[in-house]
């Protein structure tokens, strides 16, 4: 076993992307992943080791506005084929918004409903080697007043949609 390979795989053969690595690969790309309208997908995120740098930069930069906190997590997805990992990304996520957020100082009785949502809702198991057709997401729409609207789309949708806006 090499290096590398006893340092970033676990016993269920999942490669884990050492922490330095991911803050190296969030830098080249800060400017659109620590913007919270922007979309942010991490195809087989695993235990969500991007996904949780890529929530501690956006809170970071917005501070205590548990509006923005929201609406940035409503543009965070993550897709992995192992429920296990999905599990765990989402609870790393939450446990990183209960300490920028202390439940006990919640502004507003729908932020944590809203969290547990999106969790729910952007961070799924599927496998992205099938049929990208058959998978489905919701696309967020943050009407203000910590009110959203959703529209479910296949990924398959969504990355068309994400290329024309790009080009």
């Known amino acids: 076993m090499n290096h590398y390979t006893s340092h970033v795989c676990n016993p269920r053969n999942n490669i884990q992307t050492p922490p330095a690595v991911v803050k190296k690969m969030c830098n080249m790309t800060n400017g659109h992943i620590s913007n919270i309208y922007n979309r942010v997908l991490e195809p087989g995120c695993g235990s969500g080791n991007f996904l949780v740098e890529i929530l501690y930069r956006r809170l970071t930069s917005i501070g205590n506005d548990p509006e923005k906190a929201l609406i940035s997590l409503s543009t965070i997805y993550g897709i ?88």
């Not at 939450?94 to 439940?103: K, V």
Request: glycine fraction near 4%; aromatic fraction near 10%.
């Open 80 to 167: 992995d084929i192992s429920e296990e990992n999905i599990t765990t990304a989402r609870s790393r996520l939450h446990d990183m918004l209960e300490e920028h957020f202390p439940q006990a100082q919640t502004p507003d009785y729908r932020f944590w409903p809203s969290v547990d949502l999106f969790l729910r809702s952007n961070i799924i198991c599927a496998d992205l080697l099938g049929d990208l057709s058959q998978v489905c997401i919701v696309d967020w729409t943050y009407s203000g007043d910590l009110e959203f609207h959703g529209e479910s789309v296949t990924f398959q949708q969504l990355m068309l949609s994400s290329r024309k806006d790009n080009c």
